[in-house]
């Protein structure tokens, strides 16, 4: 595959979520999907949504519907206590499957700072705030939190929000990035 401009990525971000009509009028050089992964044939790993930069800072960017994620969590819960297994047994489901999400951003950040260590040869006219391919800033976008949900939902969400950002902070190595924030997508746009 031919080396090609690092701008070639260049998108206003997307970020999917089907519960508002948000527009983000923010550069991010896609990474996920047909972008930068696909290009430096890396698809089988995982990776953030967008590479972004912020005043020189190379910022990570991932969009999660968290709300949607911790629904389906909840359905499966229901099914694992129906299923008749052991109490104990269900307590350890339980247990991983909460510990899932925040797993999974992990392997998202941590994939992605390879995927920008192979752009080497592939991918030319990279600018200074990427070429630091040790680390940078993750920024989790979630959904919009409802405005008309319940508010002891709302707060249960904003928890889930604290957790994921303390459980990402502990656990990935710190020469690996510079930070990491969990924000809901109106706060990102502005």
């Not at 995982?46 to 911790?70: A, C, N, P, R, T």
């Amino acid at each position: 595959m031919s080396a090609v401009s690092f701008s070639t990525f260049a998108e206003l971000m997307d970020h999917e979520f089907t519960n508002t009509t948000q527009k983000i009028e923010k550069i991010g050089y896609k990474v996920d999907g047909k972008g930068i992964k696909s290009h430096c044939s890396c698809t089988t790993l995982k990776s953030v949504d967008y590479f972004h930069e912020i005043e020189g800072d190379m910022i990570f960017i991932e969009f999660s519907d968290l709300e949607s994620q911790k629904s389906q969590q909840a359905i499966l819960i229901d099914e694992l206590k129906k299923s008749g297994m052991g109490k104990g047994t269900i307590r350890l489901f339980v247990k991983e499957l909460h510990k899932s999400i925040s797993v999974e951003m992990r392997k998202k950040y941590i994939d992605s700072i390879h995927i920008l260590r192979c752009m080497n040869g592939k991918i030319v006219d990279v600018p200074e705030w990427a070429s630091n391919r040790d680390k940078g800033k993750y920024v989790i976008v979630v959904a919009p939190l409802p405005e008309l949900s319940p508010k002891e939902k709302r707060i249960e969400l904003l928890r889930l929000l604290d957790k994921l950002e303390s459980d990402l902070t502990l656990s990935i190595p710190e020469p690996l990035f510079s930070g990491v924030k969990v924000m809901p997508l109106d706060k990102f746009i502005n």
